[in-house]
């Protein structure tokens, strides 16, 4: 794998005939950076990852190098029917934004050459696509197929589709830094590896990004261990403007957060920003955020209703596609987005995109920022308002971080058991396989090089029902259900196969890796709104009003998973999600420790040093500067700015105890592997009942009465030793790892979240983490399904790998006994709703207040 910078040749040469006059007429100016490096090595036939800014043109780097062979095989009489090229998308919107785009060279070159139709056949295939429309795709496909990962797969499980993957010469992945760190891109590495077996020779594959750093784990996802693959890095055109990115405070110096307050001033300055642009696109991070902040635009905004949209994942899929209709076609002042519009939408009327809080990381800082200024000449204009001093710090690194373009690196997920699982059922749908074979083909897949034999076997000894389970378990309250035991496949002599047809119709009804919570339907009128989640929508009352696309709903009844409501007006709740959780990416937290250091380094010389330190480097104005001038000299006033080599502790008092608030240079997950064992090694040591609170940047745990810490015993707290089985514990005092199963086992297929001929109600998945987990946990402790958990919750929920390397460094202990709590614990830990976790025995318990009554009721007798 090798990077190519930009050449000075004619790249546009590679372009012949029709499509070479097409691109000159359409595009007077010349191919971006990125079109001419990518279109030699595609039309050469060579693995490509392309990484172009947003806005460079990547489909058309893409295609038309494809599209220019195609037309001359039609010019010499040699092309023929059947697939060539298969574009997959992780977004279905974003695939019909294709066909779209595609269309019009192939209908303008029809027409240069005087033909009634385009030669050149395009056809989509999604889980919107009609019956009919699949059939016709099946039995005649088009020359370039656009389609999803889940498409993907249900179709390479289908017999009939065998045949029709012979002639394809391209593969084309885009937004691919979006699917390489996940399952869904595990599952869609191991379908192309399928794909390309059915072929007559290895597909070309061509991998798309605007944002992946560094690109070599991209490109071995993409292509594999065993091929080459070219990686071309394209840089932006030397007349493009540079992105804007500001930071402003919604807060003043002298005042406190108060959500109300900053909230009515965020709503004012996205008043003035609508007022401003033709069309804004508000990222306001979660879902529940954003039906607030559409409701009240509409409220404020002459035309609301039609001027302002919502458009996240709990919306009906033809709203979405609404609302992008509407956007494209500059209809919209505003949409309201959490993080759907972050990737292959183009908006070009968008002039403004603002961020509601901190995006995260740098990657999604540049994607949601890149959603603006899709025009030529014109630049991106990014605007991040912070509702409190520790969301404008980190939006203060966050954006001088995004104007280096210091992209965080991908972290490919390393061969998850469940997609296995399912992969192999898929496989088994339409054909026998050798055991070897199959288990070669799956290790071409970059995301399962590392796959081992005994991990593959154990999963096919789960699907041939060769494992020790409780006799009998079934999904309850969901119809004629299969045993979660009974065997999915057959193996024998060294092959497997499909163990009934039925299993070939679970499968294809439950395909695909995607997972949130129980969810229902919304209906206003008989018309879907969206969905809920099934635990928010069991506690609504007959009256009740909630939000959900950007308007007022009031209950009427629920009915299996489906919720009847009607249009209301007054007041309304926020429906929850549980999904929605947004924190710091690694790179960013330590980023902002380093500020905050240096911070402290200029306020050693005094606060008006500060203050031009963040105006002259950091472009804060006055207002923001002072917030964080004041946050950082109360700090180290109370207690202290920790730099990143340490570990400060902060003990301070409460009611019922004490609370210990640790600051690491950490972000949450590894911040929540380090609590998770601190929480579980206190909880054996006092045997008592905690509770914790987990944030970027740190952790805090409260002790009850007359337990409190040293600080000479906070390093013993902090040992590798049994580190990961310390974190496990301290989850198990939860419901993380029950709930993670639920995931991975419908994954797997073990359990269906769409059971045959059945109706499932509200509830019915939660007997898999309340029961069969448990049962599985007793009688099988070595299942694959229970590695996979525990795999998944220390390497991608978690990341004990991180939290180790750094207590490797050994960072210095500070501890301090504070009077309450500081600055920076309030700012950014915030230890008021912790999570309890639970140690004591009810015996205990129950002892313990019988001692202290007896006290009591003693010492008054006594008085």
């Excluded at 760190?181 to 590896?193: N, Q, Y």
């Excluded at 308002?385 to 710090?393: C, D, G, N, S, V």
């Excluded at 946050?631 to 920790?642: C, K, M, V, W």
């Excluded at 592997?673 to 008592?688: D, I, Q």
Aim: glycine share 8%.
């Amino acid at each position: 794998m090798h990077t190519q910078d930009l050449e000075s040749s004619d790249e546009h040469a590679t372009l012949t005939g029709p499509v070479r006059a097409w691109f000159a007429h359409a595009f007077p100016g010349g191919p971006t950076p990125g079109q001419a490096l990518a279109w030699p090595p595609i039309a050469a036939g060579e693995h490509l990852l392309l990484v172009s800014p947003t806005g460079t043109g990547k489909t058309l780097a893409a295609f038309l190098a494809i599209v220019d062979k195609l037309f001359r095989e039609h010019a010499s009489g040699s092309l023929s029917e059947g697939l060539r090229s298969v574009y997959v998308s992780p977004l279905r919107s974003l695939g019909y934004d294709i066909e779209r785009n595609l269309a019009e060279p192939l209908q303008a070159i029809q027409r240069s050459l005087g033909l009634a139709e385009s030669p050149i056949k395009i056809g989509v295939r999604t889980g919107d696509t009609s019956a009919y429309q699949r059939r016709k795709l099946r039995d005649k496909p088009p020359h370039l197929l656009i389609t999803t990962p889940e498409s993907l797969s249900l179709m390479l499980s289908q017999e009939a589709w065998h045949d029709q993957w012979r002639g394809v010469r391209h593969l084309i992945v885009d937004e691919v830094h979006a699917l390489a760190p996940t399952k869904r891109g595990a599952d869609l590495a191991v379908s192309l590896e399928r794909l390309a077996a059915k072929a007559a020779a290895d597909p070309c594959r061509i991998g798309l990004s605007a944002t992946c750093r560094p690109a070599e784990p991209v490109a071995r996802f993409l292509a594999g261990p065993t091929r080459a693959c070219r990686v071309i890095e394209a840089p932006l055109p030397n007349d493009a403007p540079a992105m804007v990115l500001e930071v402003e405070s919604l807060l003043k110096p002298d005042e406190a957060p108060h959500r109300g307050l900053t909230y009515r001033r965020l709503l004012r300055r996205l008043e003035r920003a609508l007022g401003g642009n033709r069309t804004t696109v508000v990222f306001a991070n979660t879902r529940a955020l954003t039906e607030k902040i559409t409701h009240d635009l509409r409220r404020t905004i002459q035309g609301g209703s039609e001027a302002v949209a919502a458009h996240h994942s709990a919306l009906d899929a033809d709203r979405r596609r609404q609302v992008e209709a509407a956007l494209k076609a500059g209809e919209l002042r505003a949409v309201v987005t959490s993080t759907s519009l972050e990737l292959g939408v183009d908006i070009g009327s968008a002039d403004l995109t603002v961020q509601v809080g901190l995006p995260g990381g740098v990657s999604r800082c540049l994607q949601r920022v890149g959603r603006s200024g899709h025009r030529l000449g014109v630049a991106s204009r990014g605007l991040l308002l912070a509702a409190t001093p520790a969301e404008l710090a980190g939006g203060v690194v966050t954006a001088e971080e995004a104007r280096q373009g210091r992209v965080e690196p991908l972290r490919p997920i390393a061969a998850p058991l469940d997609v296995l699982c399912q992969q192999l059922i898929g496989m088994a749908c339409g054909e026998e396989w050798s055991t070897d074979a199959a288990f070669d083909l799956v290790r071409k897949a970059g995301p399962m090089a590392d796959l081992a034999r005994a991990d593959f076997d154990l999963c096919l000894d789960f699907l041939a029902g060769e494992l020790a389970a409780p006799a009998g378990a079934v999904e309850s309250e969901s119809g004629p259900s299969p045993r979660w035991t009974a065997p999915r496949l057959w193996r024998r002599r060294g092959l497997f196969g499909l163990r009934s047809r039925r299993v070939a119709r679970w499968f294809r009804s439950n395909v695909g890796t995607i997972q949130s919570e129980e969810s229902v339907r919304v209906l206003d009128g008989g018309v879907e709104v969206g969905t809920l989640e099934g635990a928010y929508a069991e506690r609504l009352q007959v009256g009740d009003k909630f939000l959900l696309d950007g308007r007022s709903l009031e209950f009427r009844r629920l009915e299996g998973l489906i919720v009847h409501a009607k249009a209301a007006d007054g007041e309304s709740s926020l429906p929850r999600w549980s999904s929605d959780r947004q924190s710091l990416s690694a790179e960013l937290a330590l980023a902002l420790v380093e500020f905050r250091e240096q911070a402290a380094r200029m306020l050693a010389d005094g606060p008006s040093a500060l203050r031009g330190w963040l105006g002259e480097v950091h472009g804060l104005d006055p207002r923001a500067a002072g917030v964080l001038v004041a946050l950082f000299e109360a700090q180290e006033q109370l207690s202290e700015i920790p730099p990143p080599g340490t570990l400060l502790v902060e003990e301070s008092p409460r009611d019922d105890g004490l609370t210990y608030t640790f600051h690491a240079p950490l972000n949450r997950s590894a911040c929540e592997a380090l609590g998770r064992a601190t929480a579980a090694r206190l909880g054996r040591r006092f045997g008592r009942d905690i509770a914790m609170v987990v944030a970027d940047l740190g952790w805090s745990i409260r002790l009850p009465e007359e337990a409190q810490l040293q600080a000479t015993e906070i390093a013993a707290l902090l040992t590798s030793v049994g580190f990961a089985d310390d974190v496990m514990e301290g989850l198990d005092r939860g419901e993380l790892p029950a709930r993670r199963f639920r995931h991975i086992a419908a994954t797997a297929l073990m359990v269906l979240r769409n059971p045959e001929g059945g109706r499932r109600r509200v509830g019915g998945l939660l007997w898999v983490s309340h029961r069969l987990y448990p049962m599985v946990k007793a009688l099988c402790p070595d299942h694959p399904l229970l590695r996979e958990t525990r795999r998944e919750i220390l390497e991608d929920l978690l990341d004990v790998p991180r939290a180790l390397a750094w207590l490797a460094t050994q960072p210095e202990v500070r501890f301090r006994s504070l009077p309450g709590l500081s600055p920076f614990a309030a700012a950014w830990v915030d230890p008021s709703e912790p999570e309890p976790l639970h140690f004591e025995s009810p015996a205990e318990a129950l002892r313990r207040l019988h001692a202290r009554l007896s006290t009591e009721i003693g010492g008054h007798h006594s008085g």
